[in-house]
């Protein structure tokens, strides 16, 4: 089976092996591309080398990949998941990994610790008020950077060779420009992106945890249930 991946241009360089691992093969698809704001960038820099921040939450490995060279201290610091935890800790940044590979979980794991913390998040420019409202509802203080924006290449999705999709986010999804086939399988990568797809019409047949790794497992166990029917 071949999947057609949405990512960032120049996201996707492990997609390849780790797709291998499962038996599948994968190619990327881009219908986003991110604008780097230099501005936010070194704003953020500054504020984390003056020490206005208690933690560093790292939503994507984007951001890390930009910031984590340029960052010569830091506080505690936070990664949504394993890849981007490789991006910090390749730059010699030490980080603690949240257990899934989603931001509504980020104030649990800190619990009653992030009372009265100075939280700084470098992101993209798209809402997440959920994230920070549940920080401030939590007792942080939240300052928020967009160092980057995410715009739609307005490229037609290339799927005419592939088995089926993987839309990897939910913006990924609503700013696409595809064609579906009838033997197109059609995936989210988590829940989010699942109802971000449903809400457009597009049902997908396979759901996974927020990973990709977690979405492969899920489209083995959707395989082997559609072979037993």
Request: proline fraction near 6%.
């Amino acid at each position: 089976m071949k999947i057609a991946v949405t990512r960032l241009a120049g996201k996707e360089k492990s997609d390849a092996s780790r797709c291998a691992e499962y038996g599948y093969a994968c190619y990327s698809v881009h219908p986003l591309r991110s604008e780097l704001r230099e501005s936010e960038i070194t704003a953020f820099i500054g504020a984390v080398h003056g020490g206005k921040f208690n933690c560093i939450f790292f939503t994507s490995a984007l951001p890390a990949k930009i910031i984590a060279p340029r960052l010569k201290t830091f506080p505690r610091v936070i990664a949504i998941g394993p890849q981007t935890a490789k991006e910090l800790e390749q730059h010699h940044v030490t980080c603690e990994t949240l257990g899934s590979f989603y931001s509504k979980d980020f104030v649990p794991y800190l619990g009653e610790w992030i009372k009265g913390k100075h939280i700084g998040i470098p992101r993209a420019d798209v809402p997440n008020p959920a994230l920070l409202d549940a920080i401030t509802a939590a007792g942080g203080i939240v300052h928020e950077f967009r160092c980057y924006g995410l715009k739609p290449t307005g490229e037609h999705l290339a799927t005419t060779d592939a088995d089926a999709i993987l839309f990897t986010s939910a913006m990924s999804y609503t700013k696409a420009r595809w064609t579906p086939r009838p033997d197109l399988l059609v995936m989210a990568i988590g829940d989010i992106t699942a109802a971000a797809m449903r809400k457009g019409g597009t049902s997908p047949s396979v759901v996974g945890d927020g990973s990709l790794e977690g979405t492969l497992k899920a489209l083995n166990a959707y395989i082997e249930t559609r072979e037993r029917i």
